[in-house]
């Protein structure tokens, strides 16, 4: 009977380890703490074991890793019908100024980032989308130019000031669109060409931030994508889907699991709870043994001060500390921050001759250089067997080449001419 029991007790840590191993990148502990920014202004401290101690620093050491912050396009804008907050924040909160500053801090603290835009001057949501006030006037084809450049402007002033965001989320629960009425999901048509447009100012600025697709935990939220993706939002361009999970509006813990394994069923992306704030750790378990590895993460909502806190007055309270039990009982100890590169890409170190820069393959399985798509090449291995080829169109993928070997390729640089470069594959 012991040497059975001692079995299986080695037979179930052995399957535990390996679960853990399979992953590339540690689970992701989130916190969004938007209005922590004017809470320390209004003289919010924190604390934690009886010492203050800056929130970011607080919630670092009880092994949160990344942070999910808002962003409206001018929060000082009076919105005509909403009712809460009218305006937001006259002195500027969740704006592009305040969240680049807030930003660098998340960045300086060796945090991963998560920039959620609203595409409003006030608060998105399923029951409202209301367009910002400066573009009311736009048509529709200029309000989509508008989406992709003010991204593009955003992100850019993240960039400058060094907090580029590892995820962008592309509006929030947007279950009934965005940017009332044009991007309605009664006209799907329009829905998906502005988040499209999202998309595009994200990808003009960085290729390897990931984008996030933001519904809801209710009803079906894995048709609600497939309708999405079928209006014309390409599945590749989808890196990460981020559901809503909260209690009195969309169900039991079990009803949140049904929805999730319900969505690796049919899609291949990895999934995040970008919002929640009970059943801590019920929410976390959940997302974490989703089929496939598919779960990479969670998000609570607003701890400081929303339903089931992490503090009480602005002293951490003992729903905190299940995060440092799940942290080791996950594994995240052995894991990198996230995947180098991001996930659903593979990235080759060249040996630079010339002026011909990096080379790496790019979501879909393309070789890239830079900003351009490289066409017409070939890979060998070091035998000089052809392992992968493109006659020209970039139609090529690659996502299957073997990692870990030194690989020769033959493309034409910018005049035309035949050069051959060294890859060492580096994923």
Request: charged share 25%.
């Amino acid at each position: 009977m012991k040497r059975t029991i001692l079995l299986m007790l080695f037979l179930v840590y052995f399957v535990v380890i390996s679960h853990i191993d399979a992953r590339s990148r540690q689970f992701i502990f989130g916190a969004d703490i938007s209005w922590v920014d004017a809470d320390i202004d209004n003289g919010q401290k924190y604390y934690d074991e009886n010492q203050q101690k800056e929130v970011l620093q607080i919630l670092k050491e009880h092994k949160f890793n990344s942070i999910r912050l808002r962003l409206f396009v001018d929060p000082s804008a009076y919105v005509p019908g909403e009712e809460w907050d009218n305006p937001y924040s006259t002195k500027g909160y969740c704006g592009l100024e305040r969240t680049v500053a807030f930003a660098k801090k998340i960045k300086e603290a060796g945090m991963m980032f998560l920039l959620d835009f609203h595409y409003s001057d006030t608060w998105a949501d399923p029951g409202k989308q209301h367009k910002p006030m400066s573009w009311r006037e736009l048509s529709y084809p200029d309000l989509v130019k508008k989406v992709r450049s003010y991204t593009r402007e955003s992100l850019e002033a993240f960039k400058k000031a060094g907090a580029l965001p590892d995820m962008v989320q592309i509006g929030n629960e947007i279950v009934a669109g965005m940017i009332w009425p044009d991007g309605s999901s009664s006209n799907m048509k329009q829905f998906a060409e502005l988040v499209n447009a999202g998309i595009d100012g994200v990808k003009d600025v960085s290729e390897e931030i990931e984008i996030v697709i933001h519904s809801l935990s209710d009803k079906n939220p894995s048709g609600w994508l497939s309708n999405l993706i079928k209006a014309g939002v390409k599945k590749e361009r989808i890196d990460i889907f981020g559901l809503s999970y909260y209690k009195q509006y969309h169900g039991t813990p079990n009803d949140l699991m049904n929805n999730l394994t319900g969505i690796t069923r049919t899609h291949d992306v990895k999934i995040v709870v970008a919002e929640y704030a009970e059943v801590h750790e019920q929410v976390n378990d959940i997302v974490f043994n989703l089929p496939g590895e598919k779960g990479i993460g969670t998000f609570v909502w607003e701890p400081t001060r929303w339903n089931e806190t992490l503090f009480t007055n602005g002293r951490t309270n003992y729903r905190i500390d299940i995060y440092p039990n799940l942290w080791t009982r996950y594994g995240n100890d052995t894991l990198p921050l996230k995947d180098k590169p991001v996930a659903n890409r593979k990235s080759f170190s060249i040996a630079e001759q010339g002026s011909d820069g990096n080379v790496w393959i790019a979501r879909g399985g393309v070789l890239r250089r830079g900003d351009r798509v490289v066409t017409g090449y070939s890979i060998l291995d070091l035998q000089g067997r052809i392992v992968a080829a493109d006659r020209g169109n970039g139609s090529a993928s690659l996502l299957n080449l073997p990692a870990g070997n030194v690989y020769i390729v033959r493309m034409q640089d910018a005049q035309k001419r035949d050069i051959q470069r060294v890859l060492h594959c580096i994923w």
